[in-house]
């Protein structure tokens, strides 16, 4: 049996093992494939992985010898489930491998908010601190979080995950998500709809699935809903934000900042509208990168190719 993984580099830059494909089959790895190059990097492969790399209805009528896709990532929409299914070919993602990474980085931005930290490190090396007339200084306004209120759109486990520490932090927690589990709500953390969320928040992070009802959530009417000031963060999908509705609105000072790791089009364009707001920090998707969440998600991905292989099926985005 021939495994060939088409974009491996960006899960395992070197710091990994693929042993674990490696004793189920004959495996080749590619760092990176171009699209014109799916079909002849696959050729009589039957196991397929992609992290980014699309494999298209044309790919799979052409390389016949596919019985299985694996997606390195938990989205999938780069794969063409359907035209897979119509070959009998089940599709498997990684559905939960990063819930403490990701929940960790969107506290991570929110600090980096509120106290610029970074920005601070960089002015005492260039020198500002020993130069100083004061003992102290600070180039940004603090903030402190306790007794604010975080509004968390999208509930589900990194929605929740991210409550859970802003509460230690001294916060307290709406939640908005179609899907409600009473017994998460305490005296610090309660359901709210939409319009309470937007209206009450201090902090709104987003953790919501990219569905038609969330694409472009945080747009200019909805931030017209907000407290003066709010801050907006988001490592979930980059079209759930109107970006140039966010870029005005961080320009006029109506939002006081946002934090972004994720865009609408990535690698970012230079002309991405968040590129000429204030107070905006975007980092390059890395939320999902820790080492020990790469590691896990290599883990169930050869968990999902040992069930494929045993005759069941664990994952599977487009069941027959």
């Known amino acids: 049996m021939k495994i060939v993984v088409l974009d491996g580099y960006t899960l395992n830059p070197g710091d990994l093992s693929w042993e674990g494909f490696e004793s189920l089959g004959e495996t080749v790895v590619y760092d990176r494939t171009p699209e014109d190059k799916v079909a002849e990097r696959i050729g009589d492969a039957e196991i397929v992985f992609t992290n980014k790399t699309p494999v298209t209805r044309e790919t799979t009528s052409v390389c016949k010898n596919i019985k299985f896709i694996g997606v390195l990532a938990t989205g999938y929409n780069i794969v063409d489930v359907e035209a897979a299914k119509e070959r009998n070919i089940p599709v498997a993602n990684i559905p ?155 320009n006029s000072g109506k939002v006081a900042g946002a934090a972004c790791d994720v865009v609408s089009t990535e690698p970012i364009m230079m002309d991405n509208p968040l590129l000429q707001a204030k107070n905006m920090i975007i980092t390059p998707h890395m939320s999902w990168a820790p080492k020990e969440s790469r590691k896990r998600l290599m883990d169930i991905a050869v968990d999902n190719l040992k069930q494929f292989l045993s005759g069941n099926s664990r994952n599977v985005v487009n069941p027959r």
Request: hydrophobic letters at 40%; charged letters at 25%; a negative charge.
């Open 96 to 250: 939960t491998y990063g819930t403490d990474a990701v929940s960790q980085f969107a506290i991570a931005l929110l600090l980096e908010l509120c106290h610029h930290i970074g920005e601070h490190a960089n002015s005492v090396k260039k020198g500002e601190w020993a130069s100083c007339a004061d003992w102290c200084y600070w180039k940004y306004p603090l903030i402190e979080l306790s007794g604010k209120t975080m509004g968390i759109i999208g509930f589900g486990k990194i929605g929740q995950r991210t409550g859970k520490i802003a509460q230690a932090l001294g916060m307290n927690v709406l939640a908005y998500d179609v899907n409600k589990i009473p017994e998460l709500e305490s005296e610090t953390c309660r359901y709210a709809t939409l319009e309470e969320l937007l209206e009450q928040s201090d902090v709104i992070t987003l953790h919501c699935p990219l569905f038609p009802a969330t694409r472009g959530i945080i747009n200019k009417e909805n931030i017209g809903k907000m407290k003066d000031g709010v801050m907006i963060i988001n490592n979930s999908r980059g079209q759930l934000i109107v970006e140039e509705d966010l870029r005005d609105a961080l």
